[in-house]
Nanobody
Framework: VQLVESGGGSVQAGESLRLACAASGDVVSNYCMGWFRQSPGKGREGVAALYAGSGSTSYADSVKGRFTISRDNAKNTLYLQMNSLEQEDTAMYYC???????????????????WGQGTQVTVS
């Protein structure tokens, strides 16, 4: 499984960004997919998760109402639309996948098996 993130950058508070995660094979349509973030001096935080089977989503309280996770099965791509960005959202953002055999439990608190290299988001 390969995951490649893109779309990070530097924006002003209140602006928006959309992150993308290009996945190999049919990962996006069969796995539990998630977005995580980590900033210097802080632990990794689960931001959003999406279960392919039901389409159900899970979000961290800190991003509810501002971030939206979605997928395009035809493009094997996962997205994270981030609106009303705040300085506290500054972090390295990672795409992750949880294997299909255990994807039914799909939450920002679950353990994920595969990880991308990350894309930096800076909000000033």
């Amino acid at each position: 499984v390969q995951l490649v993130e893109s779309g990070g950058g530097s924006v002003q508070a209140g602006e928006s960004l959309r992150l993308a995660c290009a996945a190999s094979g049919d990962v996006v349509s069969n796995y539990c997919m998630g977005w995580f973030r980590q900033s210097p001096g802080k632990g990794r935080e689960g931001v959003a998760a999406l279960y392919a089977g039901s389409g159900s989503t899970s979000y961290a309280d800190s991003v509810k109402g501002r971030f939206t996770i979605s997928r395009d099965n035809a493009k094997n791509t996962l997205y994270l639309q981030m609106n009303s960005l705040e300085q506290e959202d500054t972090a390295m953002y990672y795409c992750a996948a949880r294997a299909s055999w255990r994807a039914a439990y799909c939450s920002v608190t679950a353990d994920f098996d595969y990880w991308g290299q990350g894309t930096q988001v800076t909000v000033s």
